[in-house]
């Protein structure tokens, strides 16, 4: 007799649980199998795993398909569960069975474990608290649940707020001109009002391509079961608890059209990551920009400064570096790999079921979380309290060559150019070279080369 376990049996036969674990067989064997990453399953999935699961047993019940007192005690445990309150009993690996088997399993064995001891009853993991579902439907349709949550809740306010944040210093910094910068050089003047602006935009269309692939994620699997024909769902079963988990979640949620589609593709979370890859890239333009403008500060361009938040080197007194702009880029680019994982593994469906399922949940859950998380301490923590050397941004406005570009209508494309040249070639200014020139007067050059009056047309620039 060994006092630290107890025996649990499924199809296969016996297996040696820990005692005071709430899991059955099967997770066990999971556990002892998938000995891979030390990685658990995201605990929103397993919540939203629970929360089908209280439906379920609600539905079934009120049908008659489940014992009444079965039923209540298994919606309480489930609830529980989706509440958090046992986070501990989920410890199998994210790498695992294709289908996610081995969570639902555990979330079903945990359940009946807990709603047998409140009730008195023994509680099948398979024919109560799974009664009328199939691993091949729970576990995508909690996926897409917990991935359209942490979007909601989550990456969309982050994104609002870092939206938010950069317009704000946009207006903030609206009236300082600086030299534009095309392929890295000299280009006409903008102001740091229309960058900043511009980058707010980037984000907005960020979040209009998310919001817009939400429906699509919220058509669910459930009811489909093993492959897509529903069977051994009762009728009316899936629509039922897709109707409470709607009205529990806010959601849009609703049954997906065609079944076959759902279980056997996950073109859906590609495109969800998709669209959370291309805020990523926009957030790696925005944090470069940052710390290029903010580089120096004695040799750099040092245009801008950013709030000094720690030391930057253990060997070199004073320096301080763009430490946030640097953590954003680093999340970038685990979130392209991330989007890579996701592209391939959801090309990898076979048939009725793409068996890649719980690295999918995994990666983009985590770009979720990471961008989300990424937005708000960059807006946070630099953009609100970035200031600007206007008087370095205004010398270097009326300092490029690209100032040319408003003579060229008047003195031609070719004088203009070979104006710059002189200017750069000598370190005269291009008014000065225009004028002994005689190309114009003095006071006509000044009003063509006023850097403001260049940023105020509206989209108006060098072209490449």
């Given at each position: 007799?060994?006092?630290?376990?107890?025996?649990?049996t499924?199809?296969?036969?016996?297996?040696?649980?820990?005692?005071?674990?709430r899991?059955?067989a099967?997770?066990?064997?999971?556990?002892?199998?998938?000995?891979?990453?030390?990685?658990?399953?995201d605990?929103?999935?397993?919540?939203?795993?629970?929360?089908?699961?209280?439906?379920?047993?609600e539905?079934?019940?009120a049908?008659?398909?489940?014992?009444?007192?079965?039923?209540?005690?298994?919606?309480?445990a489930?609830?529980?569960?989706?509440?958090?309150?046992?986070?501990?009993?989920?410890?199998?690996?994210v790498?695992?069975?294709?289908?996610?088997?081995?969570?639902?399993?555990?979330?079903?064995?945990?359940?009946?474990?807990?709603?047998?001891?409140?009730?008195?009853?023994?509680v099948?993991?398979?024919?109560?608290?799974?009664?009328?579902?199939?691993?091949?439907?729970?576990?995508?349709?909690?996926?897409?649940i917990?991935?359209?949550?942490?979007?909601?809740?989550?990456?969309?306010?982050?994104?609002?707020?870092?939206?938010?944040?950069?317009?704000?210093?946009?207006d903030?910094?609206?009236?300082?001109?600086?030299?534009?910068?095309t392929h890295?050089?000299?280009?006409?003047?903008?102001?740091?009002?229309?960058?900043?602006?511009?980058y707010a935009?980037?984000?907005?269309?960020?979040?209009?391509?998310?919001?817009?692939?939400?429906?699509?994620?919220?058509?669910?699997?459930?009811g489909?079961?093993?492959?897509?024909?529903?069977?051994?769902?009762?009728?009316?079963?899936?629509?039922?608890?897709?109707?409470?988990?709607?009205?529990?979640?806010g959601?849009?949620?609703?049954?997906?059209?065609?079944?076959?589609?759902?279980?056997?593709?996950?073109?859906?979370?590609?495109?969800?990551?998709?669209?959370?890859?291309?805020?990523?890239?926009?957030?790696?333009?925005?944090?470069?920009?940052?710390?290029?403008?903010?580089?120096?500060?004695?040799?750099?361009?040092?245009?801008i400064?950013?709030?000094?938040?720690?030391?930057?080197?253990?060997?070199?007194?004073?320096?301080?570096?763009?430490?946030?702009?640097?953590?954003v880029?680093?999340?970038?680019?685990?979130?392209?790999g991330h989007?890579?994982?996701?592209?391939?593994?959801?090309?990898?469906?076979s048939?009725?079921?793409?068996?890649y399922?719980?690295v999918?949940?995994?990666?983009?859950l985590?770009?979720?979380?990471?961008?989300?998380?990424?937005?708000?301490?960059?807006?946070?923590?630099t953009?609100?309290g970035?200031?600007?050397?206007?008087?370095?941004?205004?010398?270097?406005?009326?300092s490029?060559?690209?100032l040319?570009?408003?003579?060229?209508?008047?003195?031609?494309?070719?004088?203009?150019?070979?104006?710059?040249?002189?200017?750069?070639?000598t370190g005269?200014?291009?008014?000065?070279?225009?004028?002994?020139?005689?190309?114009m007067?003095?006071?006509?050059?000044?009003s063509?080369?006023?850097?403001?009056?260049?940023?105020?047309?509206?989209?108006?620039?060098?072209?490449?």
């Open positions: 007799m060994d006092p630290a376990h107890r025996i649990e499924d199809s296969l036969g016996a297996v040696r649980v820990p005692a005071g674990a899991w059955g099967q997770t066990q064997r999971a556990v002892e199998n998938f000995v891979v990453s030390g990685r658990r399953v605990p929103d999935i397993v919540h939203a795993l629970a929360t089908i699961k209280t439906h379920a047993a539905v079934n019940g049908a008659g398909r489940i014992d009444s007192t079965i039923a209540g005690a298994i919606a309480d489930a609830r529980e569960v989706s509440e958090g309150r046992w986070d501990d009993e989920f410890p199998v690996d790498f695992q069975t294709g289908s996610g088997t081995s969570t639902n399993m555990n979330v079903n064995e945990v359940v009946a474990n807990i709603a047998s001891q409140r009730c008195g009853v023994t099948h993991p398979n024919d109560h608290v799974n009664h009328g579902q199939s691993s091949n439907d729970t576990f995508p349709s909690a996926v897409r917990a991935v359209a949550l942490a979007v909601r809740d989550h990456l969309l306010g982050a994104c609002r707020r870092l939206s938010s944040s950069l317009g704000a210093t946009g903030r910094l609206g009236g300082v001109v600086k030299a534009g910068r890295l050089m000299d280009a006409t003047p903008v102001t740091l009002g229309q960058e900043f602006r511009g935009a980037q984000i907005d269309q960020a979040i209009e391509r998310i919001e817009a692939v939400l429906p699509r994620l919220c058509r669910l699997p459930l489909g079961t093993a492959t897509g024909t529903g069977l051994n769902a009762p009728e009316g079963f899936a629509g039922a608890v897709i109707a409470a988990l709607a009205a529990e979640t959601l849009g949620l609703v049954e997906a059209p065609d079944h076959f589609a759902a279980q056997g593709s996950c073109d859906d979370l590609v495109e969800m990551s998709g669209a959370v890859r291309v805020l990523a890239v926009a957030l790696t333009k925005i944090a470069n920009d940052l710390r290029w403008m903010a580089s120096g500060p004695a040799t750099g361009l040092a245009e400064t950013l709030p000094e938040l720690q030391p930057g080197s253990s060997i070199m007194p004073g320096k301080v570096n763009p430490v946030i702009c640097e953590t880029t680093q999340v970038a680019a685990r979130v392209f989007d890579a994982t996701v592209g391939f593994a959801g090309s990898q469906g048939f009725e079921l793409n068996t399922q719980p999918i949940a995994d990666a983009l985590d770009a979720v979380k990471l961008c989300a998380a990424a937005c708000r301490l960059l807006a946070g923590t953009v609100d970035l200031t600007a050397d206007e008087a370095r941004c205004r010398r270097y406005a009326e490029t060559p690209a040319a570009t408003a003579l060229a209508p008047v003195i031609g494309y070719d004088e203009a150019a070979s104006v710059v040249k002189e200017a750069l070639r005269a200014t291009i008014i000065s070279v225009v004028v002994e020139r005689g190309l007067g003095e006071s006509e050059a000044r063509l080369l006023d850097v403001e009056a260049m940023t105020r047309p509206g989209i108006r620039g060098s072209g490449d």
